[in-house]
């Protein structure tokens, strides 16, 4: 990619053209299987430029620092996976830059955070694939839940993403709690990874087994294996893989023996 030098608040056209300046037509074919875009599969319909996610960052930290909410609706609206991507790592930098420790409880932070998260559940079917969803959650809807907020009960707004017809905001509801399990909070992690424990989609199972395997190893071993003993005999078995990664492998085996 070219070096990016750029000074001012860029439009959603401008990063867009820059973007598709650069695309990469090998790359992107590798892209599109890997991120399954057949006919049948997960990602049917996406559309990649063939750009690796450090220069999509790149791009986001050139030209999108100061970029409105509204541009970024834009870029939300895009057929490229990865202007969706910048929108949304967009979004991320702007709710990072509220939620610092001297802005937690400032009322106009508070207001903008709001509406970051506002904007970020009202396009949540735009992030349509797993990549989009495990850069961005954590980080907006994870971090927020860690946050004073004026849009009412957080759980309601957890169990609404969770309850969704739609793939990616269920993987929404999950994943975000590696935010508040890093922070020592196991609460929402558990909750959401016994209501998702019977998914049908195998996403849905490495997801839950992922946050779990994190709740584990940043908060409690034990906790996690009491989780295993509830639930053991109703678990896909790649979800259990997941969760006891950091387990020893004596332990894996007798856990693995008994799912």
């Known amino acids: 990619m070219q070096t990016i030098t750029y000074h001012g608040e860029a439009t959603a056209k401008e990063i867009i053209d820059f973007m598709v300046a650069q695309r990469n037509e090998n790359q992107r074919e590798i892209l599109m299987k890997f ?11 996406d559309d990649f430029l063939g750009l690796k996610v450090p220069e999509t960052r790149e791009v986001v930290k050139a030209f999108a620092a100061d970029i409105s909410l509204d541009e970024v609706q834009k870029l939300l609206a895009s057929r ?15 709710f990072g830059k509220l939620a610092t420790k001297r802005l ?12 970051i998260l506002t904007t970020y559940l009202t396009y949540a079917d735009r992030a349509n694939n797993w990549d989009l969803v495990d850069l ?11 946050l004073p907020t004026h849009l009412g009960d957080k759980q309601q ?24 399990t890093q ?22 199972h490495k997801a839950v087994g992922w946050m779990l395997r994190e709740m ?11 989780f295993l003993r509830q639930h053991i005999h109703e678990m896909p078995r790649t979800t259990l893989r997941y969760a006891i990664e950091k387990m020893d492998e004596r332990e894996r085996k007798e856990w693995m023996g008994k799912g």
Not at 186 to 199: D, G, I, T
Not at 216 to 226: A, C, H, P, Q, T
């Open 35 to 45: 991120f399954k875009t057949g006919p049948s599969d997960y990602g049917h319909g």
């Open 80 to 94: 490229w996976h990865e202007v969706r991507l910048a929108g949304l790592l967009a979004m991320v930098a702007k």
């Open 104 to 115: 937690e409880n400032d009322e106009n932070a508070i207001k903008k955070r709001d509406e």
């Open 136 to 146: 961005s959650a954590p980080k907006i809807l994870g971090h927020w839940l860690l």
């Open 157 to 180: 707004v957890m169990d609404d993403l969770a309850t969704s017809d739609n793939l990616w905001r269920q993987r929404m509801s999950i994943v975000s709690t590696w935010k508040t």
């Open 183 to 204: 922070q020592g909070d196991p609460s929402w992690c558990l909750r959401y990874a016994e209501f998702h424990l019977q998914h049908p989609h195998d996403l849905m």
């Open 216 to 226: 584990g190893k940043r908060i409690s071993m034990d906790l996690l294996r009491d």
